[in-house]
């Protein structure tokens, strides 16, 4: 009687074990998950700032201007796409790191 208790209440722990890692790589998966969606969610507020920007500078500025002030508008959006594809933390480095700031550290010679 004894040894069936045993292997019952192992095979519960078993269960349990396999049950708990399998909810640990779900709440991995959705961990990832989010931060990929955090990222885009970013990113698109940053170009709807920058159409908001667009709109402000449009506004003050006379209105034989307005093409110019949306052009360079446009242009800055699109280098910063272009530089981000190129080096994608390229801004952080520039703060953060001492160095070179394109290509990270700069190295002892």
């Known amino acids: 009687m004894v040894v ?6 192992l095979s519960v722990e078993r269960q349990a074990t396999s049950a708990l890692d399998e909810l640990t790589e779900q709440v991995a998966r959705n961990a990832a998950s989010l931060d990929v969606m955090f990222i885009l969610v970013s990113g698109y ?5 920058q159409t908001g920007f ?3 500078t449009a506004g003050s500025v006379r209105s034989k201007n307005t093409k110019n002030v ?8 699109c280098v910063g796409a ?3 594809y190129v080096r994608p ?7 953060c790191v001492h160095g070179s700031w394109l290509w ?3 190295r002892a010679r």
């Not at 933390?89 to 703060?95: A, D, E, F, I, Y």
């Open 89 to 95: 933390n390229m801004s952080l480095k520039c703060v």
């Open 4 to 9: 069936s208790l045993d292997m019952a209440a």
């Open 45 to 49: 507020l940053v170009f709807l700032m």
């Open 54 to 56: 667009a709109m402000l």
């Open 70 to 77: 949306l052009l360079k508008n446009v242009l800055d959006a």
């Open 82 to 84: 272009i530089a981000y």
């Open 104 to 106: 990270g550290p700069s």
